[in-house]
């Protein structure tokens, strides 16, 4: 096996506990990238929100985005493959999140928006506060989300948190069901919501095939629900210490923990 391009997811894979890549794996990726070897992340991040670490790995690659929704160049600022809600998709979301009281985040063409923070937005927000001007994803506090919703020309996914999973739960059942969208967990309170069909695994395989890339030269790193379609797919799928053993068992290796060197380590064994 000759591994071409690695994938990696960010938040609880290749960034650690505070939110930065560490020096082993800045190290261990820019040694592959000067061999050859492909680098593209693969997250579920508005491209916004991934773009400092595109950039302070030097990557060239196009990155996925928003669980498969659509790959970003950002050489270009162009979002390439897109696949969005529809406005009327959008719009029957914001009425079952109302009526469920589950907190929101609105992903639209460039901007990331809210209505009111909750913990993990918080702790969101502060990490943007620690960035470099340039780089701080574009977070925007709005009054009403269907505002924005019937003016915005793209709406990529709603990111949805609650307390329990219970009304998580609810509501996924009843989108997939009655509007058979996409919906990705991303832990056990946090799902995100698009597209019906979009994920990581489609979205990378059908980026492979556009460029003669097998999936079987792919070695991939998730740590959570949302990462087992591209898991799955990769030669080599690795999750990270501690995931859920529905992620554990689409794999092929475990890992360490994101908190330690593993993601070098583990590009050693199995990048030759």
């Given amino acids: 096996m000759t ?13 650690d506990s505070r939110l930065q890549i560490r020096p082993e794996s800045v190290a261990s990726i820019t040694g592959l990238r000067e061999r050859g070897v492909d680098v593209m992340l693969v997250t579920g991040r508005h491209h ?22 659509y790959l970003y160049d950002y050489a270009r600022g162009e979002a390439l493959m897109p696949n969005p809600l529809s406005r009327t998709q959008a719009l029957f979301l914001l009425r079952k999140i109302r009526e469920s009281g589950i907190h ?6 460039d901007t990331i928006t809210y209505e009111r923070i909750e913990p993990h ?3 969101l927000l502060k990490w ?10 574009a977070f925007q506090q709005v009054a009403r989300f269907e505002d924005v919703a019937v003016t915005a020309d793209i709406v990529w996914k709603f990111a ?26 991303s832990g056990s309170n946090r799902v995100d919501i698009a597209q019906g069909g979009n994920s990581k695994g489609a979205l990378l395989a059908r980026w492979l095939a556009e460029n003669a890339i097998a999936p079987e030269d ?42 330690s060197d593993t993601i070098a380590r583990t590009l050693e064994r199995f990048v030759t």
């Fill in 48 to 69: 916004a929100a991934a773009a400092p670490y595109h950039r302070a790995l030097g990557l060239e690659l196009p990155a996925i985005c928003c669980n498969g929704t």
């Fill in 128 to 137: 943007i506060e620690t960035q470099h001007p340039s780089d701080r994803a």
């Fill in 160 to 185: 949805l948190t609650h307390p329990i999973a219970e009304p998580l739960v609810e509501l996924v059942a009843e989108v997939q069901r009655e509007m058979g969208l996409a919906c990705e967990w």
């Fill in 104 to 109: 929101a985040l609105m992903y639209i063409r």
């Fill in 218 to 259: 792919v070695i991939a790193f998730g740590d959570s629900p949302n990462d087992i379609s591209m898991l799955e797919l990769a030669g080599v799928g690795v999750a990270m210490a501690g995931c859920l053993p529905e992620v554990r068992a689409a794999a092929d290796w475990l890992a360490g923990p994101n908190d």
């Fill in 121 to 123: 937005l918080a702790r």
């Fill in 3 to 15: 591994i071409r391009l690695v994938a990696l997811d960010l938040d609880g894979t290749l960034l």
